[in-house]
């Protein structure tokens, strides 16, 4: 097998260290540039001894010319903005992109600016393809650029999608009620995300304000034909990975659990990473640590007129770094689990 020379820009943040956990391993793979802004030319595995035996890189000082010149794919685990300043140039380069900031998930660019700032490279957003390869993996195959969708998008939309796509949602009763791990916000230094401003602790946060809510409109709205309205509460747990989203939804029409399972059956048949709950189970983030699954299941009540869905995923591998690579392998002609294969962390 030929492979497929990489580089992945910000490999020292927590999106940015599991892509190159999930990579180094990856058969079709050959790491060529790791880059960090905080550790310029030190050895990968002396800023990460987990690590040391299985990556001999240092951290890049080259341009973005030169790495360009070497990888035929670039990851950017870099934040927004800074994203869209470098993405271009990889581009003209001749390089495929899979960015994890929000730059290129949004259509609209006046959404996107609402939200974040203004646009950069507004043109390539008409080109980049919402990276969810569960909606959109044959336009996921045949582009250039992904923007890989945020953790709790990912969480939500999945476990609302069937129900969009057959108009059973009701448009403005949707309420998406998740907890995070810590590791969600960031390898960063700030003081409410310190281990005791955390630990022992559950709270809200962005209640109403947060970023990730037009990108599930987005792509309610799409699949069920008709503006959807999420009410997003994200909550902070103190735990390192994994997320749970409680979603609330009122029906167009009253169905049975039965039913409604079938339908989820159906609507993810042939998609590997998606798992639905036997009947009597629910999911749990300990059970899609470390890899990229979702987890679903779902009840009825009131008559088959409401449903609650449980949605369970990793929020740095399915979430992030895995769906990632799981756009990677769509993108080169890879089996789209090749380099997915590692089963959740047990216990």
């Not at 890189?57 to 990888?71: M, T, V, W």
């Not at 079938?262 to 036997?278: D, E, I, M, T």
Request: net charge neutral.
């Amino acid at each position: 097998m030929t492979k497929i020379k990489v580089a992945v820009i910000g490999a020292s943040g927590y999106a940015g260290l599991e892509l190159v956990r999930l990579l180094v391993r990856h058969p079709g793979c050959e790491l060529v540039a790791l880059t960090s802004l905080e550790y310029p030319g030190q050895p990968f595995a002396q800023v990460f001894p987990a690590l040391a035996g299985i990556i001999d890189l240092p951290f890049s000082q080259e341009s973005e010319e030169k790495i360009a010149a070497q990888a035929a794919v670039v990851f950017t685990a870099i934040p927004h903005q800074a994203a869209m300043g470098i993405v271009p140039r990889f581009l003209n380069q001749g390089c495929r992109v899979v960015d994890l900031s929000a730059d290129f998930r949004f259509r609209d660019v006046a959404l996107y600016e609402k939200w974040y700032q203004a646009h950069t490279a507004p043109e390539l957003l008409a080109e980049s393809v919402y990276g969810l390869p569960e909606l959109y993996r044959e336009e996921v195959r045949r582009t250039r650029l992904v923007g890989n969708p945020g953790c709790y998008p990912t969480c939500v939309i999945l476990g609302l999608a069937p129900l969009a796509q057959a108009r059973l949602l009701q448009p403005e009763a949707v309420i998406a009620d998740c907890k995070s791990g810590v590791s969600g916000a960031g390898r960063q230094g700030l003081l409410a995300l310190q281990f005791c401003e955390v630990n022992d602790g559950f709270r809200a946060y962005k209640v109403l304000e947060h970023r990730h809510a037009p990108e599930m409109e987005q792509e309610l709205s799409a699949l069920a034909g008709t503006p959807v309205q999420v009410t997003f509460i994200p909550h902070l747990v103190p735990m390192t990975r994994g997320i749970l989203g409680t979603l609330y939804a009122s029906l167009t029409e009253s169905r049975s659990e039965g039913e409604l399972r079938a339908l989820y059956q159906r609507f993810y048949q042939g998609h590997p990473f998606v798992r639905l709950s036997p009947p009597g189970s629910l999911p749990d983030t300990r059970n899609v640590k470390g890899a990229n699954f979702c987890d679903l299941a779902l009840r009825v009540y009131d008559g088959g007129r409401r449903v609650v869905v449980l949605s369970a995923i990793d929020n740095l591998t399915k979430g992030a770094a895995g769906q990632a690579v799981q756009n990677f392998n769509l993108m080169v002609g890879f089996p789209e689990t090749m380099g997915l294969e590692t089963p959740p962390f047990v216990p």
